[in-house]
């Protein structure tokens, strides 16, 4: 059984630190990686990662500020985000994609595990 498990979501002032973690199970992937959506808007991606050339790519508003890394051992993925800002806020979701080539990277339709997703609210 496939499983993607988000931890780490909270609450946290402007400016601040979080860092999200995913761990995987049950699935061999090639891409993983965090998106994000706020309410009414699309799915966005935050950042992914490739397994085997352990390259990352970024969305443009986080470049600079997050951070995403993996932990083989443990088989989780981590999003290190820092000086969080309002904009910030949303459910993030992590995702993998056993495909072998994308087409585009930071295209949610490329990913075909999905978590639950975790809540990161950034307040003044």
């Known amino acids: 059984q496939v499983t993607l498990v988000e931890s780490g979501g909270a609450s946290v002032q402007v400016g601040g630190s979080l860092t999200l973690s995913c761990v995987a199970s049950?699935?061999?992937?090639?891409?993983i990686g965090w998106f994000r959506q706020m309410p009414g808007a699309e799915r966005e991606a935050v950042a992914i990662?490739?397994?085997?050339?352990?390259?990352?790519w970024y969305g443009d508003s986080v470049k600079g500020r997050f951070t995403i890394s993996r932990d083989d051992a443990k088989a989780t993925v981590y999003l290190q985000m820092n000086n969080l800002e309002i904009r910030d806020t949303a459910m993030y979701y992590c995702?993998?994609?056993?495909?072998?080539?994308?087409?585009?990277?930071?295209?949610?339709?490329?990913?075909?595990?999905w978590g639950q997703g975790t809540q990161v609210t950034v307040t003044v």
């Open positions: 990662w490739h397994t085997t050339y352990r390259k990352q």
């Open positions: 995702a993998a994609s056993s495909r072998v080539h994308v087409n585009e990277i930071l295209g949610p339709r490329e990913y075909n595990y």
């Open positions: 049950g699935v061999t992937y090639n891409y």
